[in-house]
């Protein structure tokens, strides 16, 4: 919960602020079609992707800030 709660709270801060220029109805594909969903779907997706890469990138800063005793600590026993 370390990592998630504070991306929670990231994810919709950034959400914000990309929301304030960017209008969910303007999105296309790659330069291609428009995206025809909705825009609680496009909040949503978006949302969940802001959390997922945020976290992400706690837990590898949670996992680099380790030490090396702690992460081979069970790898003794056997």
């Known amino acids: ?38 825009h609680q779907a496009v909040y949503t997706v978006t949302f969940l992707i802001f959390w997922g890469v945020i976290s992400l990138a706690g837990a590898l800063m949670a996992l680099l800030e380790m030490r090396a005793e702690d992460i081979n600590a069970d790898r003794g026993r056997g």
């Open 1 to 38: 919960m370390t990592i998630l709660w504070p991306a929670f709270l990231m994810a919709g801060v950034l959400e914000m602020l990309v929301f304030v220029v960017v209008d969910p109805g303007d999105l296309h594909w790659f330069g291609g079609e428009a995206l025809n969903w909705s």
